[in-house]
């Protein structure tokens, strides 16, 4: 398992920071080292998650500025979940095959890839740790029934909620389990109600000590039964459209009738399992169940960084939707009669299904690189930007956003750098055409005859005028044109500058920016 983890994984270790939420982290964790009292302090910039900020703090004596050494932490921290989950599966009644098959299955899921490649949501690995020492605790505490071990649960408990708020659902879980196990709601809620007041009370303190963060958008609301309803389906389809399959609707960000339609059926075989009393699996179903309930009214279009839509939002009910993808690809081998047979059918089936998660992971990458170069770029290190985009696009060109080949083209243009040769193979590969006429119309300009010049500006316009809504691509072109003329404004080819702030200017006569340049 560790090999295969670092031959999907390793490679991560190349990716940089995200340049924003990365780079607020490692600046609280500075601010922390110097002055303690940074850590619940109001003017911070990242969330405030103790549990976090701790392993944060840990991490930079260790290694300080290393974006390498952070990924390969982020890989360790899944890892051990998975390990642990194997534990957990075992100390709840899950035979050792289904309990490494389900591991194997969460550890390669493709649709909670982004939890394991963007450093800030480290909150996540570790909350899904401590809602598995919570569960193995509990589990202790039912079967001897020892003060230690619930008291053990509960400071688990608090490790859960300081890590991340949306884990108060190992509580409802760890109850609905003694009184599936006991039979006796009283039993439950006397055994359950330490972890559900510990939750509550970490719960409102999380939420508390950091009001000002977009993260609490969804906890502090108002409740919107049509989005809790739609994201209810929504999250759940993702759970099983994408675990080792469709990476397209794993990295979209809006949901479709795909999604929604499976994430119904997914529900109905919650219900299904539970009714008919199939065991453990019906237990690690609800899981999956409740663990996507706490981000249900989050509105999508708060959040900044959602192009690939739920994926954080599954890795901790990912851990019960893999045990039961395991269950029901074992239960359909076995009604192969033949053992031989159905242990090489299960041997293919793994070989297909661990096979097109590691192509799908691998091609996730361009998403993260899409988002480091996006934020290296705003943040004006632009060369920085530019090998990122360019790392995207070559890493699965088919899966980066639509905006990806403008963004590219722009730092590029800012650098003196010609995308052509990129964009005609985008362009080949069925990518928008419109756009990408307009940006290969806008590199005509690398050339110095001024004909081709104006047969560019026409292969813009005429890209322009084949699109609905032609303000967009305006303001696209308008932005590429400014920024190549940057570049030749300072190699001092005035005459070629002057001309691309006034095409700048031509299809966007408000844009200041070409104003203020071709002023100068």
């Not at 922390?32 to 549990?51: M, N, W």
């Not at 070989?351 to 192509?359: R, V």
């Not at 899966?399 to 722009?410: G, I, K």
Request: some cysteine.
């Amino acid at each position: 398992m560790c090999l295969l983890t670092w031959a999907t994984f390793g490679s991560l270790s190349e990716h940089l920071y995200d340049a924003f939420d990365d780079r607020d982290h490692l600046t609280d964790t500075a601010g922390i080292l110097e002055d303690p009292a940074h850590l619940f302090s109001p003017d911070r910039l990242a969330a405030i998650r103790p549990t976090a900020d701790l392993a944060f703090v840990v991490c930079y004596l260790l290694w300080e500025d290393n974006p390498a050494a952070y990924h390969i932490f982020k890989i360790c921290l899944h890892l051990f979940a998975t390990l642990l989950l194997v534990y957990a599966l075992r100390q709840a009644g899950v035979d050792l095959e289904l309990s490494l098959l389900s591991a194997i299955f969460f550890l390669m899921n493709v649709a909670h890839f982004r939890v394991v490649h963007w450093i800030t949501l480290t909150n996540y690995n570790l909350a899904l740790i401590f809602c598995l020492i919570v569960l193995i605790c509990f589990i202790r505490y039912l079967g001897k029934k020892k003060f230690l071990w619930i008291l053990a649960a509960a400071l688990a408990m608090v490790g859960v909620m300081f890590s991340h708020p949306s884990g108060i659902a190992i509580a409802p879980f760890c109850t609905y389990f003694a009184w599936r196990k006991k039979r006796s709601l009283r039993m439950a809620v006397t055994a359950g109600w330490p972890l559900i007041f510990v939750g509550i009370v970490c719960a409102i303190l999380a939420y508390g000590i950091s009001p000002q963060h977009a993260e609490t958008i969804g906890f502090v609301t108002a409740p919107n039964l049509s989005r809790i309803f739609g994201n209810l389906l929504w999250y759940f389809g993702r759970l099983l459209t994408a675990a080792h399959w469709l990476p397209c609707v794993a990295l979209s960000k809006d949901a479709n009738i795909l999604e929604m339609g499976i994430g119904w059926l997914g529900w109905i075989g919650i219900f299904v399992l539970y009714y008919r009393r199939i065991f453990p699996v019906a237990d690690w179903a609800i899981w999956a169940g409740l663990m996507v309930l706490p981000f249900l009214n989050h509105p999508p279009s708060d959040i900044r960084w959602w192009p690939v839509g739920p994926s954080r939002q599954v890795y901790l009910a990912s851990a019960g939707s893999s045990v039961v993808l395991a269950w029901g690809l074992r239960a359909a081998l076995n009604r192969v009669p033949e053992q031989r047979l159905k242990s090489l059918l299960l041997i293919l089936c793994l070989i297909g299904l661990l096979g097109s998660s590691f192509i799908f992971l691998k091609q996730s990458e361009s998403i993260t690189f899409y988002l480091e170069g996006r934020g290296y770029a705003a943040r004006q290190y632009i060369s920085v930007g530019a090998d990122q985009f360019e790392k995207a696009v070559h890493q699965s060109a088919s899966l980066v956003p639509e905006d990806a080949y403008f963004r590219l083209s722009s730092v590029f243009f800012m650098l003196g750098r010609s995308p052509q040769d990129i964009l005609e193979k985008a362009r080949l590969q069925g990518r928008n055409a419109h756009q990408l006429n307009m940006l290969l119309g806008i590199c005509a300009f690398f050339q110095d005859d001024s004909e081709v010049w104006m047969a560019g500006k026409t292969r813009v316009r005429k890209a322009i005028e084949k699109v609905k809504n032609k303000d967009i691509l305006s303001g696209e072109a308008a932005v590429c044109y400014n920024n190549l003329g940057l570049y030749y404004y300072d190699q001092g080819d005035f005459e070629r500058a002057q001309t691309l702030f006034e095409a700048a200017l031509h299809l966007s006569p408000g844009y200041w920016t070409a104003q203020i340049n071709l002023a100068e």
